[in-house]
Every structure is written in structure tokens, then in C-alpha cells.
């Protein structure tokens, strides 16, 4: 069955770099997203990239995705204390099909 | 992007009772509307499907009676908890999909946290 794993916990100083990793398991994803979820508020869709894409840049944000492996990261430049939330990596085959979300990892920017 | 909007954003119900949840394209026609529903500090789960005009499809372990699925118009679809119990406290959020040019496009609603006390 479908699956999207990331790890839970991420915790960056201000001004560094953070990588939030996920790995998929479903070989038909098209769609790969990553949200932003702040606490007590709903799902902020940050970017996608389609899966015959294998980097996407914008702004601080840059996506990476190994299709062999089954791989996205997104790497946040410059993070900041308002970057930190809940980050979601979901998939999908297409935009008329059901995410599938992974656990989220928590971001947490130390000041 | 387009908008999605789910009213009532908070809602507080006794045990017992029923409690309806909109899910509204404000801008575009949603062929086909997805709820969630997330428990606090977990995942998204995918509850059902909903294309307009036809019953909703449930994913296994969702009880199609206790939550009753809507989507009679191109533009809003309603998750109704019956006879809610404290187990159904959650943050339910809806998403909704149409064609956007050649290609089908998924916007998220802002969600709405249900608590029965």
C-alpha cells in the first residue's frame, strides 16, 4: 500500500539551514507536496513538484526529489522563528486523487 | 490559487448531538470534494470521497451512518458527525479538486476543530 515516512522532530538554529526528509513508497505518485501546518491552523501548501522533476527552487525554499529512491527533501534557507510548524510531506497521483500524508515533522528554530 | 472555505471553523456540541460541517469552492467547480480528519499531533486520514451528484465513497473503518457525506452541487459538499461522542473531538478538514485548464488542481480548506463534551 501507499506509505510516505519523514522523521518527527527537526531542531535548527536561526539562520541555518534546515532539511526536512521523506521517503514514499508508491511508484505512481505524480504529485509530491510539502505543507506547513502552524499549530491550531489548517494545511498551507508551500510547493509540489511533479514527478519528472527532480528540483524546484522558490525563494528559500528548494525541493529535491530522488524518483529512483523515492526521496524529496525540502531544505528552508535562512530559517527563521516563523518557520517554525508541522511540515507535511503528501503524494498523490493526481490532482483529482486523495493525498496521502506522511506523520509531519516538527520544525523547531532555536533563536 | 483558488479558495476554499469550511464553516463553522469551531464548533463545540454536547454528546449526542449532530453537528454539520460545510465545505465550500468559492471560486471554482469542485468535481470532487476529499474530507480528512486529524487527530491532534498525527497524520491526515483520508475519510471519504465525495463526487458531486453521487454517493461518497468511505475508506475502511470510516462508518458511513455516524458520518453522513453531501455533495449535491458543484461548489459545496457537508460532513454531518451524528450523535457525536467525545472520540469524534478532531480537526476535520476538507479539500476539493476541478479542472483548472487541462490539468485536475486540490485546494485545501482551512478546517474545522470539532469538540464534544
Redesign the interface.
Known amino acids: 500500500g501507499e506509505d510516505v515516512e519523514q522523521s518527527l522532530f527537526l531542531s535548527v538554529r536561526e539562520g541555518d539551514s534546515s532539511v526536512i526528509n521523506c521517503t514514499y513508497t508508491d511508484s505512481s505518485s505524480t504529485y509530491l507536496y510539502w ?1 506547513k501546518q502552524e499549530p ?4 498551507q ?1 508551500l510547493t509540489y513538484i511533479f514527478s519528472n522533476m527532480d528540483m524546484k527552487q522558490d525563494q528559500r525554499l528548494t525541493v529535491l526529489l530522488n524518483k529512483k529512491d523515492k526521496h524529496l527533501s525540502l531544505r528552508i534557507a535562512d530559517t527563521q522563528t516563523g518557520d517554525s510548524a508541522i511540515y ?1 510531506c503528501a503524494e ?1 497521483k ?3 486523487t ?7 515533522t516538527r520544525l523547531s528554530v532555536i533563536a | 490559487g483558488a479558495v476554499v472555505s469550511q464553516h463553522p471553523s469551531r464548533v463545540i456540541c454536547k454528546s449526542g448531538t449532530s453537528v454539520k460541517i460545510e465545505c465550500r469552492s468559492l471560486d471554482f467547480q469542485a468535481t470532487t470534494m476529499f474530507w480528512y480528519r486529524q487527530f491532534p499531533k498525527k497524520s491526515l486520514m483520508l475519510m471519504a470521497t465525495s463526487n458531486e451528484g453521487s454517493k461518497a465513497t468511505y475508506e475502511q473503518g470510516v462508518e458511513k451512518d455516524k458520518f453522513l457525506i453531501n455533495h449535491a452541487s458543484l461548489t459545496l459538499s457537508t460532513l454531518t458527525v451524528t450523535s457525536a461522542h467525545p472520540e469524534d473531538s478532531s480537526f476535520y478538514i476538507c479539500s476539493a479538486s476541478g479542472l483548472a485548464g487541462s490539468s485536475y488542481e486540490q485546494y485545501f480548506g482551512p478546517g474545522t476543530r470539532l469538540t464534544v463534551t
Open positions: 505543507y491550531g491552523a489548517g494545511l501548501l507535511f498523490s493526481s490532482g483529482n486523495p493525498l496521502v500524508f506522511g506523520k509531519g
